[in-house]
């Protein structure tokens, strides 16, 4: 069981809603193994389910999953360990910042977080009032089904720009953005956008770590790219009938993510990441 992992499926209203249509890939579970011999665990563990339990979290029901479901709570829970073993690392040398856990946190159809009520439509989330990533596994599906971005690094991708919000609140970027938006609130898509991409660029600084010990396989970069442009503000404009208006843009374009998260993919180097800086 991984400690960092709260399980909330069975109290947040899906009731016994299966996702199934997508099982962990042969490369996801290489993935899996060439995890638990670097760090020691056993990642294949995680595919029979579990995770930590939050004493504070509402009682729930029992969790009515399917098994494809499981492994891909599995796969997502062991990609989490290993993006954070990456920060454990990386930010106290590259930063002298100590870094703490986040936790991750899965449910079904809509949750109570600390920063308010949230649906599965609003996609996987990071609040920085609890430090946690809220996650529907039914957004992988989607990811694949209407965003056209299959692969088990295109999920991780997700994960690990979820917690490089949590990298920035470690920072204090995070805070230095909200300061800068009460200033300036014409700003403040800008200023999003900058923070977006900031995290797709950590995103990629764990998929350098990712490749030097290995566990990268052919095309998974690609996968990981695709992933980031499948979000892009100007792709989902499209996708949504309207015209594409960069004003209106809270995450970047879809060259942006996929040219932000090559960049920190490329160097591993936090200081490469420096959005706010870039025009």
Request: with cysteine; glycine share 14%; aromatic share 8%.
């Amino acid at each position: 069981n991984n400690p960092d992992v709260e399980d909330r499926r069975g109290s947040s209203g899906g009731g016994g809603m299966n996702f199934g249509g997508r099982g962990l890939g042969v490369g996801g579970i290489i993935v899996l193994v060439v995890l638990s011999l670097i760090f020691k665990r056993d990642f294949l563990g995680l595919l029979s389910g579990g995770g930590g339990a939050d004493p504070n979290a509402p009682a729930q029901g029992p969790v009515q999953s399917s098994a494809s479901e499981e492994q891909l709570k599995g796969f997502v829970a062991a990609v989490l360990d290993s993006v954070q073993t990456t920060w454990d690392a990386e930010l106290p040398q590259q930063a002298r910042v100590q870094y703490q856990h986040a936790r991750l946190v899965l449910f079904r159809d809509a949750i109570q977080s600390a920063c308010g009520f949230a649906q599965a439509a609003t996609g996987p989330f990071y609040c920085p009032g609890d430090n946690k990533v809220y996650v529907d596994l039914g957004f992988y599906q989607e990811l694949k089904d209407r965003f056209g971005a299959p692969g088990d690094f295109a999920q991780a991708y997700v994960l690990a720009h979820e917690i490089g919000h949590h990298v920035q609140v470690l920072l204090g970027t995070e805070a230095k953005m909200r300061s800068a938006v009460e200033q300036h609130p014409d700003q403040q898509n800008a200023l999003s956008v900058k923070l977006e991409l900031q995290a797709d660029c950590y995103a990629g600084v764990w998929g350098h770590d990712a490749a030097a010990h290995g566990i990268l396989e052919t095309g998974d970069v690609e996968e990981g790219l695709n992933a980031a442009a499948a979000v892009g503000d100007d792709r989902i404009q499209k996708m949504s009938g309207g015209a594409v208006n960069p004003e209106t843009f809270t995450h970047g374009s879809a060259a942006q993510r996929a040219a932000w998260f090559k960049k920190g993919m490329s160097s591993g180097r936090i200081a490469d990441c420096d959005t706010f800086a870039s025009q």
